[in-house]
């Protein structure tokens, strides 16, 4: 009888032990169900994000046609003209400050501070009026980080040979208008064309023919070296020199308020 | 398993849960200073305070730095509120929560990092730290879940004093 017994507890042990171990099985499935959908929805959210913010905030430019290119380079024509320039310089030669703009065309943050910082206003305030100039030295930034980095010195090129026509800032302020989606290699010589030709002052052959002039690729290069030298780590690096010595503007876009305070320490 | 044997195991996974919840709360009241700082900054339009050689304005003025319009920071500040209020769920979906949130947080960082280095070519230590402590939040998070066992005990259903009878047994067979 007590064997019975015995027997009866043991197999009533065996069956709650399998119970248990049953419940225990389906509760990690269910654990790992969970844990692997939301590792999924982790991942499409993230991916989600991701394709948000690499077209976000960048207008959907490029290079411009039509009313739209018209407005545009009307725009830099009013902004520029009647002011001096000699190369890669805007000003007058003889400005007691020179600001130092190191840029990369494709950076997206030079286009910021261009297009929406205080850079159209120090032109139109202080370089139209001959207190400041601005010479553009070319770093590589955001190129460098591209699917085709080579393309740094074509494109530096194709703005210093604008400069032979005293074209350099149309050419650099309508890159920056018309800048394309990052790292997707847009910059291709019917892009560097385009821009070309949206410069009605422009002469299309002149300009080819001033891109084959070895010494501007030399430039960029010298320019580059010249840039590490100084210290220069990122784009844009703003440097302005003056009678009181040079100083550099600390924010990566500075507003013309900010701008103005950083000559008034070398002016 | 004996009552005995079951509560000690309990304690210890309780003091292990609770050793979790802590370091997970520190954490995320860290990343809620670090994200907040960076929201007062950008709408007080300060500067950010950054080390010698640090790029934070570079970043912080970058096209990464917003999504969408909204600033990442805020994103940042609503994931770690987030994970801090996944850890009063006090039950699977509560640590489910907090691990899914603090995995897109740790993934979306990675990206950044990513964006930092190659496409901006400057650090903001700021951003950094929140990605670290996001690394860290998504490995307490994944420990939590993962570790959260149930205690095997007898079931209730058995009577009480046949319980006794089979744990009394147990007990004396060890």
């Keep these: 009888m007590a064997s019975r017994t015995k027997q009866k507890e043991e197999a009533r042990a065996r069956r709650l032990a399998e119970e248990r171990a049953r419940a225990e099985r389906a509760r990690r499935q269910r654990r790992y169900q969970m844990v692997g959908g939301t590792i999924v929805g982790a991942i499409i959210l993230v991916v989600a994000l991701i394709v948000i913010s690499s077209g976000g905030g960048k207008k959907e430019t490029g290079l411009q046609t039509g009313t739209t290119a018209n407005a545009t380079i009307t ?193 | 398993m004996s009552t005995v044997e079951a509560n000690g195991s309990l304690q210890r996974a309780g003091t292990a849960e609770r050793r979790l919840r802590i370091a997970i709360c520190v954490l995320c009241l860290i990343g809620i200073g670090v994200a907040g700082y960076l929201v007062y900054v950008h709408y007080a339009k300060i500067k950010i305070i950054c080390g010698a050689n640090g790029g934070c304005e570079t970043v912080q003025s970058s096209v990464y730095s917003k999504l969408a319009g909204v600033p990442v920071a805020v994103l940042g500040l609503a994931g770690y509120i987030g994970i801090l209020f996944s850890l009063m769920i006090r039950n699977e979906l509560g640590r489910v929560a907090g691990f899914g949130i603090a995995l897109v947080g740790f993934l979306f960082s990675m990206y950044l990092t990513y964006r930092e280095a190659f496409t901006i070519h400057a650090y903001c230590y700021w951003c950094l730290s929140s990605a670290t402590l996001m690394t860290l939040l998504v490995i307490l998070t994944t420990v939590r879940l993962l570790r959260a066992e149930p205690i095997t005990r007898t079931p209730k259903t058995v009577p009480r004093a046949e319980r006794r009878r089979i744990e009394r047994r147990q007990a004396a067979r060890r």
């Design chain 1, 75 to 267: 725009g830099i024509n009013q902004l520029l003209n009647g002011i001096p320039q000699s190369g890669n310089t805007l000003g007058n030669p003889k400005a007691p400050v020179t600001m130092t703009y190191y840029g990369d065309y494709e950076c997206p943050v030079c286009q910021d501070f261009t297009l929406n910082g205080g850079f159209s206003q120090l032109v139109s305030n202080d370089v139209r009026s001959g207190k400041v100039k601005v010479v553009y030295s070319p770093f590589c930034t955001a190129t460098c980080g591209s699917p085709d980095p080579g393309v740094f010195d074509t494109q530096q090129v194709a703005g210093f040979a604008a400069g032979e026509q005293k074209l350099f800032w149309q050419y650099t302020e309508l890159f920056y208008h018309e800048q394309g989606t990052e790292d997707s290699g847009y910059v291709t010589e019917a892009y560097l064309d385009g821009l070309a030709k949206q410069i009605p002052t422009l002469n299309y052959a002149d300009w080819l023919t001033a891109r084959k002039n070895p010494n501007y690729t030399a430039t960029v290069g010298s320019d580059e070296s010249a840039a590490q030298h100084l210290g220069v780590s990122g784009t844009p690096t703003l440097v302005f020199s003056g009678p009181k010595g040079q100083a550099a503007a600390s924010e990566a876009v500075p507003t013309y308020a900010q701008l103005e305070q950083v000559i008034k320490q070398v002016a």
